[in-house]
């Protein structure tokens, strides 16, 4: 299974996908004019991997501004992870904050939501 390496625009979330490692990253700002089909990238990526690998997986985020579009299908990207966790897949959710930041904020209200070890980071 191939990576999948996404570079940040002014609008979009860097992405590093590393199948071998299980590693998944996402940096950055979210505010795309197509948010459903930046996101059903992602989401189609993610479902291939754990059908064809089903190692476990680690989830870095290190957001900076979600607009409510992206933040609906943020959580539509953890409820795939939920439902690998709920049959048995390991998963690990980090979840990076700056001191002061909405982030932390809305980290602790994806960790209310899901079903998932997601785990707050303060960074800087």
Same mark, same amino acid.
């Given at each position: 299974?191939?990576?999948?390496i996404?570079?940040p625009?002014?609008?979009?979330?860097?992405?590093?996908?590393?199948?071998?490692?299980?590693?998944?990253e996402?940096?950055?700002?979210?505010?795309?004019?197509?948010?459903w089909?930046?996101?059903?990238?992602?989401?189609?990526?993610?479902?291939?991997?754990?059908? +064809?690998?089903?190692?476990?997986?680690? #989830?870095? $985020?290190? %957001?900076?501004?979600? /607009?409510?579009t992206?933040?609906?299908?943020?959580?539509?990207f953890?409820?795939?992870?939920?439902?690998f966790?709920?049959?048995?897949?390991?998963?690990?959710?980090?979840?990076?904050?700056?001191?002061?930041?909405?982030?932390e904020?809305?980290?602790? +209200?994806?960790?209310?939501?899901?079903d #998932?070890? $997601?785990? %707050?980071?303060?960074? /800087?």
């Amino acid at each position: 299974m191939e990576n999948l390496i996404l570079e940040p625009t002014d609008k979009t979330l860097k992405i590093n996908f590393e199948a071998e490692k299980g590693f998944l990253e996402m940096e950055g700002v979210s505010y795309p004019e197509r948010t459903w089909h930046f996101f059903q990238t992602l989401n189609a990526w993610l479902k291939s991997y754990i059908s +064809e690998i089903g190692k476990p997986v680690t #989830l870095d $985020l290190k %957001l900076q501004y979600l /607009n409510s579009t992206s933040t609906k299908y943020l959580m539509d990207f953890l409820e795939i992870l939920e439902e690998f966790y709920a049959r048995g897949g390991k998963v690990r959710v980090n979840w990076y904050y700056e001191k002061g930041d909405d982030m932390e904020e809305m980290g602790n +209200e994806f960790a209310e939501d899901i079903d #998932l070890p $997601l785990e %707050l980071i303060l960074y /800087n």
